[in-house]
């Protein structure tokens, strides 16, 4: 992010969109816009961008996009959807730019190719496809790899007077809960199997009141899926198959699933930092996986607006992992309230018993990361904590390999130190893990050490416990403190 001039929060760009100013330059026209068109308008001062088929002039957006002008520049003119697809998709672009809607991109016209050749190709897709040629290239790669589902995923379901079972074979050998996700509510039942960037999904449509039960084996990767029949009738059909039913494609096509989760406490943790619990919805289960993220969604001033927040604990792990009363029922969210924040302020303005909206998972990070390692490094800075609490409690608990694990915590004062109880009694109870707390504006009572991330205060922390051995490093804060780390 960079700093906004005042006057250009998002809230100020809500205002002006229910101004009844033309932001659009074309007094309310819809047109369709030809390439060449498109590629017309790629300066500051005359910018459109393409997003999924959707051109928008995003001129007046300019000035209040906190990513900065230059990265709105860098798809001026083009279409700009792999782009956001990789910086921020969870971005609700529709409602946030829903005034600055230009028109559809015109529809290329297909020539079909003629002869042989043609024949040719498709009877080569078939061939490919019958002996299993995944290393086969090209213009059909991806049709090819989308075909794979009907190989490795399907599913089948069966029932008794009382129970229905919806069995999903995936032949993943490393399947377990935090790769499955089901939804129960809405009159759709929907349940998705994760694998790396790609998902697998029975999506149905139906009015469901059921107790659900998820049984997973592990190492054939069989997913089952329980539901209890609200009246003891001989099913016909497993429901209306939903648009994405039975569909195994990459996530970043899918868009974000949410679902509404109840507030059921808020403790404060420091002066500005509170920790919030959400409950699941009845029939939904949901497990963040270590060092993934979520999305909550909330409806400011008629726009709908997102925000990425990394899921904790309820408190460090000292002689235990997450209570298993809850495990799998609550989200946790360690977040900070912002003055002038205008999402934050929503979230704190909510009563307990007040919904709000989470996302499905997101994320990269893998847990082979740690379990490879031998020195763990967690380099953080202010709510850049929350990352680092799962994956303290994975790293002593489940990593045995771990020599060291040294969190390297940054923060303006001690008030604003997250949990320094708790990190200082850890330390305490395992000789493995170490904390360093460093302020940039300490008091005079500090004794502690004090700057700002840079390569002489690292060089001081981030050593090898031996010779040779292997590290792994996390950063987590604003972006200037995260580039500087990397550096």
């Known amino acids: 992010q960079v700093p906004l001039k005042p006057g250009r929060s998002l809230m100020d760009w809500i205002r002006l969109t229910k101004s009844g100013q033309d932001l659009t330059g074309l007094k309310g026209r819809l047109v369709e816009v030809t390439e060449d068109e498109l590629a017309k308008h790629n300066k500051k001062e005359d910018c459109w961008i393409c997003i999924r088929g959707f051109v928008y002039n995003v001129t007046p957006y300019m000035e209040y996009h906190p990513g900065g002008e230059d990265e709105l520049m860098k798809a001026a003119g083009t279409d700009g959807t792999d782009l956001f697809h990789q910086v921020h998709r969870w971005v609700n672009y529709e409602s946030m730019l829903k005034e600055c809607l230009v028109g ?27 002996v299993l040629n995944i290393c086969f290239l090209g213009a059909y790669q991806n049709i090819f790899f989308s075909l794979l589902h009907f190989l490795f995923y399907s599913y089948d379901w069966f029932q008794t007077d009382n129970l229905v079972t919806i069995v999903i074979y995936t032949k993943q ?15 759709r039942l929907r349940g998705e199997i994760l694998m790396d960037d790609h998902s697998y999904l029975v999506e149905i449509g139906r009015y469901c009141n059921f107790a659900i039960e998820i049984n997973i084996a592990e190492k054939v990767g069989k997913v089952e899926i329980v539901l209890k029949k609200k009246d003891n009738i001989h099913w016909k059909m497993l429901g209306q198959p939903l648009e994405s039913h039975n569909a195994f494609i990459k996530r970043t096509d899918r868009g974000l699933f949410y679902r509404k989760c109840k507030l059921v406490s808020k403790k404060e943790v420091t002066h500005d930092t509170k920790l919030f619990c959400l409950m699941l919805p009845k029939n939904t289960h949901l497990r963040v996986p270590t060092g993934q993220h979520v999305y909550l969604k909330q409806i400011i001033a008629g726009t709908e607006v997102v925000k990425p927040y990394t899921p904790v604990l309820p408190l460090l792990p000292l002689d235990f992992k997450e209570p298993s009363h809850r495990g799998g029922t609550h989200i946790y969210l360690m977040i ?3 003055s002038c924040g205008l999402f934050t302020q929503a979230l704190d303005h909510l009563q307990i018993g ?32 929350t990352p680092m609490v799962k994956l303290l409690n994975f790293a ?51 004794v502690g050490k004090q700057g700002k991330i840079s390569s002489s205060l690292l060089s001081e922390f981030v050593k090898r416990s031996r010779r040779d051995s292997k590290v792994l490093i996390c950063i987590c804060g604003p972006t200037p403190f995260t580039e500087q780390g990397v550096q």
């Open 104 to 130: 559809r991109m015109a529809v290329k016209p297909f020539a079909a190719p003629k002869g042989e050749g043609f024949k040719n190709e498709i009877t080569s897709i078939m061939f490919y496809y019958k």
């Open 173 to 187: 050998k490393d399947m377990n809960a935090e790769l499955v996700i089901v939804d129960c509510q809405d009159k």
């Open 336 to 338: 900070k309230i912002y």
């Open 354 to 385: 007040d919904y709000v909206s989470v996302s499905n998972p997101e994320g990269n990070f893998k847990k082979s990361q740690v379990q490879t390692s031998e020195d763990l490094f967690l380099l953080a800075a202010g709510t850049g904590f």
């Open 396 to 446: 002593l608990t489940e990593v045995s390999c771990l020599w060291t694990v040294k969190l390297i915590f940054f923060n303006k004062t001690e008030d604003d130190i997250l949990w320094r109880n708790q990190l200082e009694q850890l330390a305490l109870k395992d000789e493995r893990f170490e904390v360093q707390f460093i302020l940039s504006q300490p008091t005079k009572d500090w």
